[in-house]
């Protein structure tokens, strides 16, 4: 067969029974869009949602205890403004990110940019940076008698106001600063979607007489959107759970509403009562993605793959290479150079680096033991939620998914209430943080992992099990392998958020369990950032070379014919 | 020649599809080595869990490998390690307890004492705020321990049945940047903060910081509601900028980003110490002021801990000369127990006038105190 014959790309029906072999009830198909899984992959699903929704049934468990009295008094507060602010906030965040990320993903995956294959990693490294320790470099600069001023002050005289403090604490300066922490989140998941993107379906565009304009709105666009709003989702989430960037660049969100009353009036219920709006708020943000991808699936056979012709930039070269340089200077050149001074000055002082050495071996154990945990906990969620869909698949993602815009402290206060009282032989272990990273993380994973699987064609099992293979072993054969990059993304998204997870960490650790955030906390709270730098330094560089590891293999992924 | 994409609705049955090229599809091999880098460093993990079992701890200390004491204390602490790490080394080298710190913030651990009620896991708290004790006392999770070193410290700075007592006293202060403001342009009081010649010119903590609300509760004790209410009210219409800590308001002042900062006294001595050009006033010493606001960090046993024993020693060493005398040192702090002498610059309780309320109030007032900055809208 010679020649694409039509365009890969169409809506699969509502139902569709591919062979005889799904035979069900119609009911209980019904509720899987005419597709009922294999028992143990619900069962699967099942303990995933339990896990992820132990923060929800917390939260209305504290929130309930606390009756309505609690909502009366809160609602008369300043609650209403301060919802305005973290929603405005959460769209601009998302927005910067999603304008960042895309054009860098397609500049180093299909361009014949300069360094492209160092610029990929370098450009995912503000992943690996705590974005408070971002926005304090911010801080030191743009900030009143930051390093600007200095210069400013020096060649010019007066600071223009629309440069210093006056435009970093402003909605924009906040916006920008988070974004540029942030974007990484959309990047690895569209720079995976653009190397795992068939090539020939953007020829058989071509062939059909379309474009270039038409090509990329009929082609890639739809292929990336699973990619663009699952790595969307992400930032919006995390800008919704954020406390220390947004406080320190003194934007006043939601979750300073929450510490107000966990913090400063130790009431439980109605810190919940607040964390409850905003898992309705994530709940909702979890159902519009959803909606936004809509029923259309995208399927690509990986069989046809063919190395993907460069971009000719051209004369754009230059102004491309300006683009990439500009932003991982300001995402990743600036809180870098910090901390180096940081380092540098710690050294110079003296800080003592031995119980460095144990806090990294214990946050790099945490991390990945929990990375392997979420991913695996993840799967068949993901798994059931792209094969078959339905009212139950899509609850249990979102049951999975809620408590993903808690603030940490609250997460962690629901594991303290069950570890303590149902489980209390495990409680003061190392295992009671793994779960609270495996519960914060868990959407990073599924996100992952969804925009992974909506590429791969349920067809390519069908035929493998066509030719024999049993339900379980089509799916470990064939799509297993074809998602691995998928996998790998979001497990080196869960891996690298567990290394900077500080809230949870602080009160479920062990005693004397120390990772490296609790180090940098612990110093730079109070004030002494040089001696806060060198476990900065360790953060960043433990997580930087797995980053290389894993874009560097889905590169070369993209080789196979 | 290349295969056609399977479209969707038509699969095509027609196309051959090779068996054997399953297992080399991209990723198999990759797969693999990201599941042995999982494994390995999971296994990592559990040696750093075995580690951490055997009893190394906290920052500054050698590797904990000691054979067990049996006899241990569990710490829970709000205060920086580097604060505390020097009294709790100095604790177990007189008692040979061997002392199992968990650190963090002091709200959140007092939230999780709470949560763990039905089956405690401290034996004491340190805080640095009464209010947050006091209000760990009447949650009924603290054990009274009224011994005659409690007994020594003066009875507004603890509370009555001694379930938790001040180890050191902070003062509540006005720090100012010398560069900015001349010495005859200085507020006197901290009413002062809310004239409008400062208008825009006065950084504080916001409003969930615990020594923002304590001093909140000690000016409605002191002066009543409507006072406190006026005073809030009026210190918003003057701009009064509210930062995320005590740590950024001190540096803000510092640079003279703005001229005055309402702090915790240590923080002006920590600025100081940065080289910054700050002073410090100590409010309300006027004859018909009612004195400075304090408040202290404290302790407190918690009630069913694992080794009450130990706890017990523990809080009458906190309150030994030595003890108090390494707070004085350690952060500028004024030590509760009468007679020890403070660091260099840092008044005695004895030579301070000081604000008549029992830092009891702090708690017993504390959910009122955040009505009413909810209600102003801070």
Same mark, same amino acid.
């Given at each position: 067969?010679?020649?694409?014959?039509?365009?890969?790309?169409?809506?699969?029906?509502?139902?569709?029974?591919?062979?005889?072999?799904?035979?069900?009830?119609?009911?209980?198909?019904?509720?899987?869009?005419?597709?009922?899984?294999?028992?143990?992959?619900?069962?699967?699903?099942?303990?995933?949602?339990?896990?992820?929704?132990?923060?929800?049934?917390?939260?209305?468990?504290?929130?309930?205890?606390?009756?309505?009295?609690?909502?009366?008094?809160?609602?008369?507060?300043?609650?209403?403004?301060?919802?305005?602010?973290? /929603?405005?906030? %959460?769209?601009?965040?998302?927005?910067?990110?999603?304008?960042?990320?895309?054009?860098?993903?397609? /500049?180093?995956?299909? %361009?014949?940019?300069?360094?492209?294959?160092?610029?990929?990693?370098?450009?995912?490294?503000?992943?690996?940076?705590?974005?408070?320790?971002?926005?304090?470099?911010?801080?030191?600069?743009?900030?009143?008698?930051?390093?600007?001023?200095?210069?400013?002050?020096?060649?010019?005289?007066?600071? &223009?106001?629309?440069?210093?403090?006056?435009?970093?604490?402003?909605?924009?300066?906040?916006?920008?600063?988070?974004?540029?922490?942030?974007?990484?989140?959309?990047?690895?998941?569209?720079?995976?979607?653009?190397?795992?993107?068939?090539?020939?379906?953007?020829?058989?565009?071509?062939?059909?007489?379309?474009?270039?304009?038409?090509?990329?709105?009929?082609? &890639?666009?739809?292929?990336?959107?699973?990619?663009?709003?699952?790595?969307?989702?992400?930032?919006?989430?995390?800008?919704?759970?954020?406390?220390?960037?947004?406080?320190?660049?003194?934007?006043?969100?939601?979750?300073?509403?929450?510490?107000?009353?966990?913090?400063?009036?130790?009431?439980?219920?109605?810190?919940?009562?607040?964390?409850?709006?905003?898992?309705?708020?994530?709940?909702?943000?979890?159902?519009?993605?959803?909606?936004?991808?809509?029923?259309?699936?995208?399927?690509?056979?990986?069989?046809?793959?063919?190395?993907?012709?460069?971009?000719?930039?051209?004369?754009?070269?230059?102004?491309?290479?300006?683009?990439?340089?500009?932003?991982?200077?300001?995402?990743?050149?600036?809180? !870098?150079?910090?901390?180096?001074?940081?380092?540098?000055?710690?050294?110079?002082?003296?800080?003592?680096?031995?119980?460095?050495?144990?806090?990294?071996?214990?946050?790099?154990?945490?991390?990945?033991?929990?990375?392997?945990?979420?991913?695996?906990?993840?799967?068949?969620?993901?798994?059931?939620?792209?094969?078959?869909?339905?009212?139950?698949?899509?609850?249990?993602?979102?049951?999975?998914?809620?408590?993903?815009?808690?603030?940490?402290?609250?997460?962690?206060?629901?594991?303290?209430?069950?570890?303590?009282?149902?489980?209390?032989?495990?409680?003061?272990?190392?295992?009671?943080?793994?779960?609270?990273?495996?519960?914060?993380?868990?959407?990073?994973?599924?996100?992952?992992?969804?925009?992974?699987?909506?590429?791969?064609?349920?067809?390519?099992?069908?035929?493998?099990?066509?030719?024999?293979?049993?339900?379980?072993?089509?799916?470990?054969?064939?799509?297993?392998?074809?998602?691995?990059?998928?996998?790998?993304?979001?497990?080196?998204?869960?891996?690298?958020?567990? !290394?900077?997870?500080?809230?949870?960490?602080? /009160?479920?650790?062990?005693?004397?369990?120390?990772?490296?955030?609790?180090?940098?906390?612990?110093?730079?709270?109070?004030?002494?950032?040089?001696?806060?730098?060198?476990?900065?330094?360790? !953060?960043?560089?433990?997580?930087?070379?797995?980053?290389?590891?894993?874009?560097?293999?889905?590169?070369?992924?993209?080789?196979?014919? | 020649?290349?295969?056609?994409?399977?479209?969707?609705?038509?699969?095509?049955?027609?196309?051959?599809?090779?068996?054997?090229?399953?297992?080399?599809?991209?990723?198999?091999?990759?797969?693999?080595?990201?599941?042995?880098?999982?494994?390995?460093?999971?296994?990592?993990?559990?040696?750093?869990?075995?580690?951490?079992?055997?009893?190394?701890?906290?920052?500054?200390?050698?590797?904990?490998?000691?054979?067990?004491?049996?006899?241990?204390?569990?710490?829970?602490?709000?205060?920086?390690?580097?604060?505390?790490?020097?009294?709790?080394?100095?604790?177990?080298?007189?008692?040979?307890?061997?002392?199992?710190?968990?650190?963090?913030?002091?709200?959140?651990?007092?939230?999780?004492?709470?949560?763990?009620?039905?089956?405690?896991?401290?034996?004491?708290?340190?805080?640095?705020?009464?209010?947050?004790?006091?209000?760990?006392?009447?949650?009924?999770?603290?054990?009274?321990?009224?011994?005659?070193?409690?007994? $020594?410290?003066?009875?507004?700075?603890?509370?009555?049945?001694?379930?938790?007592?001040?180890?050191? $006293?902070?003062?509540?202060?006005?720090?100012?940047?010398?560069?900015?403001?001349?010495?005859?342009?200085?507020?006197?009081?901290?009413?002062?903060?809310?004239?409008?010649?400062?208008?825009?010119?006065?950084?504080?903590?916001?409003?969930?910081?615990?020594?923002?609300?304590?001093?909140?509760?000690?000016?409605?004790?002191?002066?009543?509601?409507?006072?406190?209410?006026?005073?809030?009210?009026?210190?918003?219409?003057?701009?009064?900028?509210?930062?995320?800590?005590?740590?950024?308001?001190?540096?803000?002042?510092?640079?003279?980003?703005?001229?005055?900062?309402?702090?915790?006294?240590?923080?002006?001595?920590?600025?100081?110490?940065?080289?910054?050009?700050?002073?410090?006033?100590?409010?309300?010493?006027?004859?018909?002021?009612?004195?400075?606001?304090?408040?202290?960090?404290?302790?407190?046993?918690?009630?069913?801990?694992?080794?009450?024993?130990?706890?017990?020693?523990?809080?009458?060493?906190?309150?030994?000369?030595?003890?108090?005398?390494?707070?004085?040192?350690?952060?500028?702090?004024?030590?509760?127990?009468?007679?020890?002498?403070?660091?260099?610059?840092?008044?005695?309780?004895?030579?301070?006038?000081?604000?008549?309320?029992?830092?009891?109030?702090?708690?017993?007032?504390?959910?009122?105190?955040?009505?009413?900055?909810?209600?102003?809208?801070?």
């Amino acid at each position: 067969m010679a020649g694409p014959r039509r365009l890969g790309l169409t809506a699969p029906p509502a139902v569709s029974v591919p062979s005889g072999r799904w035979i069900a009830p119609a009911g209980w198909a019904g509720l899987w869009g005419g597709r009922p899984p294999h028992p143990g992959l619900v069962l699967a699903a099942l303990a995933t949602a339990a896990v992820g929704g132990v923060p929800l049934l917390y939260v209305f468990y504290r929130a309930a205890t606390g009756g309505d009295e609690v909502w009366r008094r809160l609602w008369a507060t300043r609650i209403p403004s301060l919802l305005v602010s973290t /929603l405005s906030l %959460t769209a601009g965040v998302t927005l910067v990110a999603a304008l960042l990320a895309v054009p860098l993903a397609w /500049l180093v995956a299909r %361009t014949d940019l300069a360094g492209r294959n160092v610029w990929a990693w370098v450009a995912a490294l503000p992943l690996v940076i705590p974005p408070y320790l971002g926005a304090f470099a911010y801080i030191s600069i743009f900030g009143p008698r930051g390093v600007l001023e200095g210069i400013v002050r020096r060649w010019v005289g007066a600071v &223009p106001e629309t440069l210093g403090p006056a435009a970093l604490y402003s909605f924009g300066g906040v916006t920008l600063v988070l974004g540029l922490f942030t974007y990484p989140y959309v990047y690895l998941l569209v720079l995976g979607a653009l190397r795992r993107f068939n090539v020939s379906l953007e020829e058989a565009a071509r062939a059909a007489g379309h474009g270039p304009w038409a090509v990329f709105r009929r082609v &890639p666009l739809p292929l990336l959107r699973p990619a663009v709003s699952a790595g969307t989702l992400l930032v919006a989430l995390y800008v919704l759970a954020d406390f220390g960037a947004v406080s320190m660049l003194r934007y006043p969100t939601f979750t300073q509403a929450i510490y107000l009353q966990l913090i400063g009036r130790y009431d439980r219920s109605a810190a919940a009562a607040l964390g409850a709006v905003l898992v309705a708020i994530s709940v909702f943000l979890l159902w519009a993605e959803d909606r936004a991808r809509g029923r259309a699936r995208y399927y690509q056979t990986v069989g046809t793959f063919r190395p993907q012709p460069q971009v000719r930039l051209g004369r754009w070269r230059r102004m491309a290479l300006a683009y990439v340089l500009g932003v991982t200077m300001a995402s990743v050149g600036v809180p !870098l150079g910090m901390v180096g001074y940081w380092t540098f000055r710690g050294l110079a002082a003296g800080v003592p680096l031995e119980p460095l050495w144990r806090a990294a071996a214990h946050s790099l154990g945490a991390a990945a033991g929990a990375a392997f945990l979420t991913v695996a906990l993840a799967f068949p969620v993901a798994y059931l939620r792209a094969r078959h869909g339905g009212p139950i698949c899509r609850g249990l993602a979102q049951l999975a998914q809620s408590g993903y815009a808690l603030p940490g402290v609250v997460a962690a206060l629901a594991l303290i209430f069950l570890f303590n009282r149902y489980l209390p032989w495990l409680y003061g272990t190392p295992l009671v943080v793994l779960t609270a990273y495996v519960i914060r993380f868990l959407p990073q994973a599924l996100q992952a992992e969804d925009a992974a699987l909506a590429q791969v064609s349920p067809r390519l099992e069908e035929a493998a099990r066509s030719l024999g293979l049993g339900p379980l072993a089509a799916s470990a054969r064939v799509t297993l392998p074809l998602v691995a990059p998928g996998l790998a993304a979001g497990w080196s998204l869960v891996f690298v958020s567990g !290394l900077k997870e500080l809230s949870a960490t602080l /009160l479920l650790r062990p005693a004397g369990f120390e990772t490296l955030p609790v180090r940098v906390w612990m110093q730079a709270s109070e004030g002494f950032f040089s001696q806060a730098g060198p476990a900065a330094l360790v !953060l960043v560089l433990c997580s930087a070379p797995l980053l290389g590891v894993l874009l560097g293999r889905q590169h070369r992924g993209e080789g196979h014919g | 020649m290349q295969r056609p994409v399977a479209p969707r609705r038509a699969p095509d049955r027609t196309t051959p599809r090779r068996p054997g090229s399953l297992p080399t599809l991209p990723g198999g091999p990759g797969l693999l080595l990201f599941l042995g880098l999982s494994l390995a460093l999971a296994t990592a993990l559990a040696a750093g869990c075995a580690g951490a079992g055997t009893g190394t701890q906290g920052s500054g200390r050698g590797p904990g490998t000691e054979p067990p004491g049996r006899r241990e204390l569990v710490v829970y602490s709000g205060r920086k390690d580097a604060l505390i790490q020097p009294v709790l080394e100095a604790f177990e080298s007189e008692t040979g307890i061997r002392v199992v710190l968990r650190s963090g913030g002091a709200s959140e651990l007092a939230s999780a004492i709470l949560e763990e009620r039905s089956r405690p896991r401290a034996d004491v708290f340190i805080a640095n705020d009464a209010g947050t004790l006091e209000n760990l006392r009447r949650e009924g999770v603290l054990e009274p321990y009224l011994s005659e070193r409690v007994r $020594a410290v003066p009875e507004d700075l603890r509370a009555a049945d001694g379930s938790w007592v001040g180890v050191s $006293a902070r003062v509540r202060v006005i720090m100012y940047n010398t560069t900015l403001l001349a010495p005859e342009e200085l507020p006197r009081t901290v009413a002062d903060l809310a004239d409008p010649r400062y208008r825009g010119q006065v950084a504080m903590a916001q409003s969930s910081n615990e020594s923002v609300i304590g001093h909140v509760s000690a000016l409605r004790h002191l002066k009543g509601d409507a006072y406190a209410e006026q005073f809030l009210r009026d210190l918003l219409a003057n701009q009064v900028i509210r930062l995320k800590g005590h740590t950024q308001v001190r540096q803000a002042v510092g640079k003279g980003e703005f001229k005055l900062g309402w702090v915790n006294h240590y923080y002006y001595f920590l600025e100081r110490a940065d080289g910054s050009p700050v002073g410090v006033i100590w409010p309300d010493q006027g004859p018909d002021d009612p004195g400075a606001v304090f408040n202290v960090a404290g302790v407190g046993i918690v009630k069913g801990g694992p080794n009450p024993e130990a706890a017990r020693a523990f809080v009458d060493f906190l309150l030994t000369p030595a003890a108090q005398e390494l707070f004085a040192r350690l952060n500028m702090e004024i030590p509760t127990l009468p007679g020890v002498p403070t660091a260099e610059g840092v008044p005695d309780l004895g030579s301070l006038k000081r604000a008549p309320v029992p830092l009891e109030v702090l708690g017993r007032e504390l959910h009122r105190t955040v009505d009413l900055l909810e209600k102003v809208g801070f």
